[in-house]
């Protein structure tokens, strides 16, 4: 029974190290599904612990709290770094207030001036090859007072039926990916509430679907881009899916001195898979890690535990994120992700 448990513990203990691979050795099958694992293994190891404890094997108890323990440390890491961070509520109303007193005496007839005072809700759904509920989706935008939105896997007919449902008049303006053959599930698009001063249907080449965005000045010095992403799934090709979440990096390493840029998307990965981990050193941060107010787990809809978090809002510098939440949007397999965004 004993070498059994040890047998266990050491997969286990290879398995957390997956996770500690460089970027990019990552994208091969199947270790994006084990790695994504990783968060769970605290089960088994905590299991072989108190089985150690309980047969008086010492060594065995010790090494599998370990274990247990270190599969939680890359979490405990990010989380901790955050929660640490000048980055609360109180700040979020602040800064807030700060725009208003400065904005105050000066007139703002239109929706973008208000924005560059203000805040904007964002919002990022996967419509799992369009057959998400077009008339759910235009509620969720008003339940939420949505200023942004990105969408993926749609198709031509979901974006009719958004435009029957209402969307167009809450969202006018927006930019959709070219629909290929070779997308993955769908193409992508972004609509948004305010005029953009720039559109683009490619912001970013990676071997996906297109990654369109919509960008409006936010002063004379400063710019701020929205972009829906959706990298392939590890099943549609492993080192594509690699290739698609490092190669967003683009986006933030190559932007203007002081201009902004937001990643909503489907991105098929999470913290504990190098190549998302390398994503956010290229420049990005999570809405949901900067928050640091719990797990926003999106993937799959119809299972409450265990989720997995697949779908996030990324942001370069300038920005302050709040108000993190998942919701159902029928006819999806993904929850949609909602966050505030406030300028600096």
């Known amino acids: 029974m004993s070498v059994a448990l040890w047998i266990v513990l050491l997969v286990c203990v290879l398995w957390i190290a997956l996770s500690e691979m460089p970027a990019g050795w990552d994208g091969h099958l199947p270790l994006p599904y084990l790695i994504a694992l990783t968060p769970l293994l605290w089960i088994p190891t905590l299991a072989i612990a108190i089985a150690g404890a309980v047969r008086h094997d010492t060594a065995l108890a010790v090494v599998a709290a370990i274990a247990c323990i270190a599969s939680l440390l890359r979490k405990i890491a990010y989380?901790?770094?955050?929660?640490?961070?000048i980055n609360t509520a109180q700040m979020v109303a602040d800064n807030i207030a700060k725009k208003r007193e400065t904005s105050r005496g000066t007139h703002t007839s239109t929706a973008a001036e208000a924005a560059k005072h203000g805040r904007f809700r964002v919002m990022t759904l996967n419509c799992r090859y369009g057959r998400a509920n077009a008339a759910a989706i235009v509620s969720a935008v008003?339940?939420?007072d949505v200023a942004v939105l990105a969408l993926q896997e749609l198709t031509d007919d979901l974006v009719a039926a958004l435009d029957e449902a209402g969307l167009s008049d809450l969202l006018p303006y927006r930019q959709l990916g070219e629909n290929k053959d070779t997308d993955n599930g769908g193409f992508n698009g972004i609509w948004i509430r305010i005029e953009?001063?720039?559109t683009s249907p490619i912001t970013a080449?990676?071997?996906?679907?297109?990654v369109p965005g919509v960008c409006f000045?936010?002063?004379a010095m400063r710019g701020i881009t929205f972009v829906s992403a959706h990298p392939k799934s590890p099943m549609r090709?492993?080192?594509d899916w690699s290739a698609g979440i490092i190669g967003l990096g683009e986006l933030a390493t190559s932007q203007k001195q002081g201009d902004i840029t937001v990643v909503l998307g489907d991105l098929n990965s999470g913290t504990d898979h190098?190549?998302?981990?390398?994503?956010?050193?290229?420049?990005?941060q999570d809405a949901a890690l900067t928050e640091a107010k719990g797990r926003r787990a999106t993937f799959p809809s119809w299972l409450?535990?265990?989720r997995l978090i697949l779908d996030h809002i990324l942001f370069t510098a300038g920005l302050t994120a709040s108000d993190v939440r998942s919701f159902t949007v029928n006819g999806t397999d993904h929850l949609a992700l909602a966050a505030t965004l406030t300028l600096k």
């Open 79 to 85: 989380w901790n770094n955050n929660l640490t961070s």
């Open 142 to 144: 008003k339940e939420h």
């Open 196 to 198: 953009p001063s720039d």
């Open 205 to 210: 080449v990676i071997p996906a679907a297109d």
């Open 217 to 219: 000045p936010i002063d």
């Open 237 to 239: 090709g492993c080192r």
């Open 274 to 284: 190098p190549s998302f981990r390398k994503l956010l050193d290229a420049g990005f």
């Open 304 to 306: 409450p535990w265990p």
